[in-house]
C-alpha cells in the first residue's frame, strides 16, 4: 500500500511539475482582446491607437485586403522596438463597411431614398466612427447587394438625428419562401463632421418589424434610441463578435 501510495505522490508531483512548466511557457500577456480599428499598411491599427501586427493566424479572411475591420486576438508580446505596438494570434475576423453619413438633401432621391426595414442590433462610438452591426432579411439563394446609409439632419431642439436606410432592391422578406434568412454585417459611419459639438443629444433611428418575443410580424414600426454623446468619450467594442449569415451590403 506504501508503494502505491509513493506512486501515486510521484506521479501527481510529476503533473504537477508539467503544468507549472506549461504556464511558465505560455507569457501570452492578454487573451481574447476584442477591438475594431483600421487596417493601413497592411497592419491593424485599433480605435484606442495601438497596433497590432498578426504573428500567427487561426481563422479565416485577409487582413490586408480589407481597410476597417472587427477582430478577436490574443496578444503574444510588445514588438520589440516600438511603441504601442504588439504581435498577436488573430483567432476571429471580419471586414468592416465604411460609409460617409448622407444629408436629408442626398438621401432625398435615388437608391438612397427607399426605406425597407432594418434591424441595428447594436451600435457604438469609437475612432471618429458610429459603428454597427446591422441585420436585414434576404434570400439567401440569391447575391443581391443591399444598400445601407446613414442619414443625418438636425432636429428643432438641436439634436443629432441618425436615420439607418436600407434598400434591399426587393429583396424583401418573404414568409413563403424557404430560403429567406437573416444576414449581418459591421457598419462605420465617421461622424466627426456630422457632430460638431463637444457633447450633444443624439437620437438613432431605423425601420424594422413590430416584435412579440422572439418572434416578429409583417407590420412595419420606427423604432429610435437617444444618448448622450461626448467626443472624448469610447465605448468599447461588443465582447461578442457576431458573424451571422454574413450578408454583404454597399
Same mark, same amino acid.
Given at each position: ?14 503533473? &504537477? ?9 505560455? #507569457? ?12 493601413? #499598411? ?25 481597410? !476597417? ?26 471586414? =468592416? ?23 441595428? #442590433? !447594436? ?10 452591426? =446591422? =441585420? ?28 439607418? !436606410? ?31 459639438? #463637444? ?37 468599447? &467594442? ?13
Amino acid at each position: 500500500m506504501k508503494n502505491k501510495v509513493r506512486q501515486i505522490i510521484s506521479i501527481a508531483t510529476v503533473i &504537477v511539475a508539467l503544468c507549472a512548466a506549461s504556464c511558465q511557457k505560455d #507569457d501570452t500577456l492578454y487573451y481574447g482582446n476584442f477591438t475594431m480599428g483600421n487596417v493601413v #499598411d497592411g497592419k491593424f491599427v485599433s480605435d484606442q491607437g495601438n497596433t497590432f501586427n498578426v504573428v500567427e493566424q487561426l481563422c479565416s479572411g485577409q487582413l490586408d485586403t480589407m481597410k !476597417r475591420a472587427i477582430m478577436v486576438c490574443d496578444v503574444l508580446k510588445e514588438t520589440e522596438g516600438k511603441e504601442n505596438e504588439y504581435d498577436i494570434r488573430l483567432t476571429q475576423l471580419s471586414s =468592416v463597411l465604411t460609409k460617409t453619413p448622407l444629408t436629408l438633401e442626398e438621401a432625398a432621391e435615388g437608391d438612397a431614398a427607399v426605406k425597407n426595414p432594418v434591424l441595428i #442590433d !447594436r451600435f457604438w462610438y469609437s475612432g471618429g466612427y458610429i459603428n454597427m452591426y =446591422v =441585420v436585414v432579411p434576404f434570400d439567401s439563394s440569391k447575391k443581391v447587394k443591399h444598400l445601407i446609409n446613414l442619414v443625418h439632419s438636425v432636429a428643432e431642439d438641436g439634436s443629432i438625428v441618425l436615420e439607418l !436606410r436600407h434598400n434591399a432592391f426587393s429583396d424583401l422578406r418573404d414568409d413563403t419562401n424557404s430560403n429567406m434568412t437573416l444576414g449581418g454585417a459591421y457598419v462605420s459611419f465617421p461622424i466627426l463632421d456630422v457632430i460638431k459639438k #463637444d457633447s450633444t443629444k443624439v437620437i438613432v433611428k431605423w425601420l424594422w418589424y413590430e416584435t412579440a418575443g422572439m418572434a416578429y410580424s409583417s407590420v412595419e414600426k420606427e423604432y429610435s434610441v437617444e444618448y448622450n454623446w461626448k467626443r472624448d468619450g469610447f465605448e468599447q &467594442v461588443p465582447q461578442t463578435l457576431t458573424l451571422r449569415s454574413p450578408k454583404e451590403l454597399q
